[in-house]
């Protein structure tokens, strides 16, 4: 009598808000879709059905965080090529389990999606919400899942920390991990990885470990990706994922000797030239998020520049929320100066009731820095 086969059961469907559509059934989609799918739903399947059929080309959207969001063209071969390079460093393959929780609609989720098709894996797809582990069964494992931060803040508020720390990796990205919470990060086991990528770059190209004996202050370049500066001392990135393209990036680094780990700094576009004293906007929102958190003040916050007339840009920090009291502003202010030099300490806060987030819901700065003109 034959030995029974060991190997993984290969998956033939998938679970998306907790129903199951099997991959011949999408394959022919949309002649006999299900009447009842809702619009995300309809395009996630519809993105699985073209990615099942063969499709060698797709239309990526931009987030819009730093600009107006566009479509990007990829082909085929870059986000295999993206699904191989994280696959291999995670050691991901048949009959793994993964969530996906982002929107499917931007690369993040997208390539989730892409990398458990490509690998076999047995994936369960929930619409996007704050904490989406409360959209599946408690009795659910998973191996592999990807959050962007607010989706952490929110599961570790809901108390599932052992659930997270029964996977194998965490991907953490979308947008910057404030301290705070980079700071609750290190009392979990799983290894977790904020990521530095792009649409244009077919998701990430460099990981961070962000808790545990091996965290980094540097993002390592995954193998086989070149990167580099440009005279504004900028990255930029050419493999296969940008189909041997040479790709510019905003993004100021700091590029280590080995050309393998660097150090992100902020976005040129975020340099406030104030009274010829360049600032990074991103610096002083570090120091400022950790001087309202010791004052208790749960303010999200970012900083811009704003025209003066004697220094061209003041530096102006903008808070979500009610106007704080007089003496709270002079203590926060006073925190603030003995932290940052003279010139990137902000001249004004500005309170706004709310700040406009992009699609993928992020803090979308161009449209918040309009709204204050109208």
Same mark, same amino acid.
């Given at each position: 009598?034959?030995?029974?086969?060991?190997?993984?059961?290969?998956?033939?469907?998938?679970?998306?808000?907790?129903?199951?559509?099997?991959?011949?059934?999408?394959?022919?989609?949309?002649?006999?879709?299900?009447?009842?799918?809702?619009?995300?739903?309809?395009?996630?399947?519809?993105?699985?059905?073209?990615?099942?059929?063969?499709?060698?080309?797709?239309?990526?959207?931009?987030?819009?965080?730093?600009?107006?969001?566009?479509?990007?063209?990829?082909?085929?071969?870059?986000?295999?090529?993206?699904?191989?390079?994280?696959?291999?460093?995670?050691?991901?393959?048949?009959?793994?389990?993964?969530?996906?929780?982002?929107?499917?609609?931007?690369?993040?989720?997208?390539?989730?999606?892409?990398?458990?098709?490509?690998?076999?894996?047995?994936?369960?797809?929930?619409?996007?919400?704050?904490?989406?582990?409360?959209?599946?069964?408690?009795?659910?494992?998973?191996?592999?899942?990807?959050?962007?931060?607010?989706?952490?803040?929110?599961?570790?508020?809901?108390?599932?920390?052992?659930?997270?720390?029964?996977?194998? !990796?965490? #991907?953490? &990205?979308?947008?910057?991990? @404030?301290?705070?919470?980079?700071?609750? +990060?290190?009392? =979990?086991?799983?290894? *977790?990885?904020?990521?530095?990528?792009?649409?244009?770059?077919?998701?990430?190209?460099?990981?961070?470990?962000?808790?545990?004996?091996?965290?980094?202050?540097?993002?390592?370049?995954?193998?086989?990706?070149?990167?580099?500066?440009?005279?504004?001392?900028?990255?930029?990135?050419?493999?296969?994922?940008?189909?041997?393209?040479?790709?510019?990036?905003?993004?100021?680094?700091?590029?280590?000797?080995?050309?393998?780990?660097?150090?992100?700094?902020?976005?040129?576009?975020?340099?406030?030239?104030?009274?010829?004293?360049?600032?990074?906007?991103?610096?002083?929102?570090?120091?400022?998020?950790?001087?309202?958190?010791?004052?208790?003040?749960?303010?999200?916050?970012?900083?811009?520049?704003?025209?003066?007339?004697?220094?061209?840009?003041?530096?102006? !920090?903008? #808070?979500? &929320?009610?106007?704080?009291? @007089?003496?709270?502003?002079?203590?926060? +202010?006073?925190? =603030?100066?003995?932290? *940052?030099?003279?010139?990137?300490?902000?001249?004004?806060?500005?309170?706004?009731?709310?700040?406009?987030?992009?699609?993928?819901?992020?803090?979308?700065?161009?449209?918040?820095?309009?709204?204050?003109?109208?």
């Amino acid at each position: 009598m034959p030995a029974p086969d060991s190997s993984p059961l290969l998956p033939d469907s998938l679970l998306l808000n907790g129903r199951e559509f099997r991959y011949a059934d999408i394959r022919q989609y949309p002649a006999n879709a299900p009447r009842d799918l809702n619009g995300y739903e309809a395009r996630v399947l519809d993105f699985v059905r073209q990615w099942l059929n063969g499709a060698q080309e797709f239309g990526l959207r931009t987030s819009g965080s730093t600009g107006q969001p566009q479509l990007v063209q990829m082909k085929r071969r870059q986000l295999e090529a993206s699904a191989r390079r994280t696959g291999d460093y995670f050691d991901l393959g048949p009959g793994d389990r993964m969530l996906v929780c982002l929107n499917c609609e931007f690369v993040g989720g997208l390539m989730m999606l892409v990398r458990g098709l490509e690998r076999n894996m047995h994936l369960t797809i929930v619409e996007p919400q704050a904490d989406p582990l409360a959209l599946v069964p408690t009795a659910a494992e998973f191996d592999f899942a990807s959050f962007v931060p607010l989706q952490l803040r929110a599961v570790l508020a809901a108390g599932h920390a052992p659930r997270l720390n029964r996977m194998r !990796a965490i #991907l953490v &990205g979308g947008a910057a991990v @404030e301290r705070s919470l980079e700071r609750e +990060l290190q009392a =979990l086991r799983v290894p *977790l990885y904020l990521t530095y990528g792009m649409t244009e770059t077919a998701s990430h190209i460099a990981l961070r470990r962000l808790n545990g004996p091996q965290a980094q202050a540097s993002y390592r370049v995954l193998p086989g990706v070149t990167v580099g500066q440009d005279a504004r001392g900028c990255l930029t990135v050419r493999a296969d994922v940008t189909d041997n393209q040479l790709i510019t990036t905003n993004d100021r680094i700091t590029l280590a000797d080995d050309a393998q780990t660097f150090e992100w700094l902020g976005r040129v576009d975020f340099v406030i030239n104030s009274g010829g004293v360049k600032v990074q906007a991103e610096k002083v929102e570090q120091v400022l998020e950790v001087a309202l958190t010791e004052l208790g003040l749960p303010h999200r916050a970012f900083v811009a520049g704003r025209p003066d007339k004697r220094l061209g840009e003041q530096v102006t !920090a903008f #808070l979500e &929320g009610p106007t704080l009291p @007089e003496a709270q502003q002079r203590q926060l +202010l006073a925190l =603030l100066g003995g932290r *940052l030099a003279k010139y990137e300490v902000p001249r004004e806060l500005v309170f706004l009731p709310a700040f406009r987030t992009t699609a993928s819901g992020k803090l979308d700065r161009p449209a918040t820095l309009r709204s204050l003109k109208r």
